[in-house]
């Protein structure tokens, strides 16, 4: 027995190791982590974006770098990039290993820091996307704007994990061989024990290591059980700064002023389309999923100031028509012509189009990093180019315009099911886009807050010219009241194809095919 304590916990020994402990120790081990760390990030973050890349030889080569240096014991890089890289002659560094071996253990993070981004991007819904690609948002500001900051904080468990894993694989760098004033944990206790031969200073070591990683490693579990528990992970002071600033955004007066135009003004210009004019026009439209054919020769037209509603069975390709409208769903068969011009290809084009397309989403989709009032200016500010000050007022009046005037400065996650569709709703119209796509807008809401939004959607059916004219609308519903009541007409498909359209009165009360009074008998 006191051979194991001699062995291992003798005090005098143990205590000689704590001066340098202190003096070089943690600061060598906490400066080689976070600089590993950092670096790692820098190298990762852009590697994840590779990793799932459409290209394929950019997604295969990032595959590669993360298959090598995750498989490869850290022992293995560090040797080989630690040595090899001055002995390669990259030595920009000199000859002192401590940022070679700084360099390999970021290139081994790298590889696990890359892997727990691509699974945070890829766990934000893919809703998230279609959100800003509908506003008009290009690709790369759909990812880094919206995808990424989100993807980031979901796995800030799993980077504080692995700042861990590079505290422990700091220890690896001894091996290059460190000046005294360079030493890490690790070798302090190696030294003094092979001096002292006696192992209570690597215990000592030991202690130092789990005084940082023991309640590093709870932190995490703390963190991953709060957002488990769908809380922020933020500090609280921290939250406390940003809901502040959004409170300080949304405070500041709206004033209402002949200059500030309901309108973006390029926008107000060009609405000068005459009622009645073809502002939708598909022919023989085909998508096909496979060999499963969504749409099947569609035929269909709106008019401007027109309300089509599209109703039919689940799975009859309604959402697909909708999609294809602004550009979600590429088409496979058959012409779409969209203000009087074939529907754009280019990238360009297209997210000009989509921007003058709104789209509200059955599970509204917004961006949940964002308040109210943000979701609303973002694309103003980022696809419209309108100035800060001038997005804030048009969203400020979007806002009220639905009611929501006082949650400006509330995340979507505090706001209730029928708020956030109305948010989502300001967030299109503030866009003034020349058409406003609904995909089942109201089927993801409890009964008692599907009125609000319909009538929020009936108020812009009808708004009298001076608000900006009648709002052109294509509307996929199942609330057939509502598509009776605000409907130019009524559009029902089943099994990709159009079955029968005509006013609601034709639709609902002398329908034609059977199929049509077999889902009118089902569902009324
Ligand atoms: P609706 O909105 O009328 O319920 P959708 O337009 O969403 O119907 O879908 C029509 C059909 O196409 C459905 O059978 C659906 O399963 C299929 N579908 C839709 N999107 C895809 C997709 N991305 N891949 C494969 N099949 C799809
Ligand atoms: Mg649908």
Same mark, same amino acid.
């Given at each position: 027995m006191s051979g194991i304590l001699d062995t291992f916990f003798n005090l005098s020994y143990m205590l000689q190791v704590v001066p340098d402990i202190l003096r070089v120790g943690y600061y060598n081990t906490l400066t080689i982590s976070l600089y590993s760390t950092i670096i790692g990030i820098i190298i990762g973050a852009p590697l994840s974006l590779m990793a799932i890349s459409q290209v394929t030889v950019v997604r295969v080569a990032a595959k590669v770098y993360i298959d090598i240096f995750r498989g490869l014991p850290a022992i293995v890089t560090i040797f080989i990039v630690g040595q090899g890289l001055p002995f390669a002659g990259f030595r920009p560094f000199g000859q002192n290993p401590y940022p070679y071996g700084i360099i390999a253990i970021s290139i081994v993070a790298s590889a696990y820091i890359a892997e727990i981004l691509r699974a945070g991007i890829q766990s934000v819904d893919r809703g998230q996307t279609e959100a800003a690609r509908s506003l008009g948002l290009d690709k790369h500001r759909t990812m880094y704007r919206v995808i990424f900051p989100q993807g980031i904080r979901r796995v800030i468990p799993a980077l504080t994990n692995q700042f861990i894993n590079i505290i422990k694989d700091s220890s690896l760098i001894f091996v290059l061989g460190l000046m005294v004033s360079e030493r890490e944990l690790y070798r302090i206790g190696q030294d003094i024990s092979q001096r002292t031969g006696n192992l209570s200073p690597l215990v000592a070591v030991g202690i130092a290591y789990l005084v940082i990683t023991v309640p590093m490693t709870h932190l995490v579990n703390y963190l991953d059980k709060e957002m488990r528990n769908g809380r922020p992970v933020l500090p609280a002071a921290l939250r406390a700064f940003f809901a502040r600033r959004r409170q300080a955004e949304a405070a500041a007066p709206a004033v209402e002023s002949a200059e500030t135009p309901a309108l973006p003004v390029s926008q107000a210009a060009r609405r #000068?389309?005459?009622?009645? @004019?073809?502002l939708v026009e598909a022919k023989d439209l085909t998508v096909d999923f496979g060999h499963f054919r969504a749409l099947d020769h569609v035929s269909f037209e709106i008019r401007t100031g027109e309300v089509v509603c599209v109703i039919g069975? %689940?799975? %009859?390709?309604k959402s697909t028509l909708l999609r294809c409208i602004n550009g979600l769903q590429p088409v496979d068969g058959g012409t779409l012509d969209i203000f009087g011009q074939p529907f754009p290809t280019r990238e360009g084009p297209l997210n000009a189009l989509r921007a003058d397309v709104g789209m509200v989403f059955q599970s509204f989709n917004l961006f949940p990093h964002m308040s109210a009032l943000s979701n609303v200016m973002f694309a103003l500010e980022q696809v419209r180019h309108i100035d800060h000050e001038q997005a804030r007022q048009i969203a400020i009046r979007a806002l009220r315009s639905v009611g929501l005037g006082e949650k400006l400065d509330s995340l979507p996650a505090r706001l209730s099911g029928g708020q956030q569709q109305r948010v989502a709703i300001a967030r299109s119209l503030a866009m003034s886009p020349r058409i406003m796509l609904f995909d @089942?807008? #109201? %089927?993801?809401?409890?009964p008692e807050l599907v009125k609000g939004v319909l009538e929020i959607m009936e108020s812009l059916a009808r708004r009298p010219s001076a608000d900006g004219s009648p709002m052109t609308m294509a509307v996929v519903t199942h609330e057939m009241g509502f598509a009776r009541r605000v409907a130019d007409r009524v559009v029902f498909m089943d099994q990709g194809r159009i079955i029968e359209q005509g006013t609601p009165s034709e639709i609902f009360d002398n329908p034609k095919s059977d199929r049509l009074k077999l889902f009118l008998d089902q569902i009324l």
């Open positions: #000068t389309a005459a009622a009645g @004019e073809v069975p %689940s799975g %009859s390709g @089942e807008a #109201t %089927s993801a809401l409890d």
